[in-house]
């Protein structure tokens, strides 16, 4: 399954280096632009989750303690 995965990348990693290669200023250019928010969205969205269950807890742990 992994393979799959691994092949995806390389393809997204393929068509992004073809269109910013090609220097254009159309909105395939935009790509790259738009798959490194991709990242980044897909980045944060686990910290942030993390981090609210995190206040969640500690706010019902301080009212426990109160």
């Given at each position: ?7 995806q990348?390389?393809?997204c ?8 290669g090609?220097?254009?200023s159309?909105?395939?250019?935009d790509?790259?632009?738009?798959l ?6 897909l980045?944060?969205?686990?910290y942030?989750?993390?981090?609210t269950?995190?206040?969640l ?10």
């Amino acid at each position: 399954m992994s393979t799959t995965v691994n092949g995806q990348c390389a393809m997204c990693r393929a068509t992004v280096e073809s269109n910013v290669g090609t220097g254009s200023s159309e909105p395939e250019s935009d790509v790259g632009s738009g798959l490194n928010t991709g990242i980044l969205y897909l980045m944060a969205i686990p910290y942030l989750l993390v981090g609210t269950i995190g206040f969640l807890w500690y706010k019902s742990s301080r009212k426990k303690n109160a």
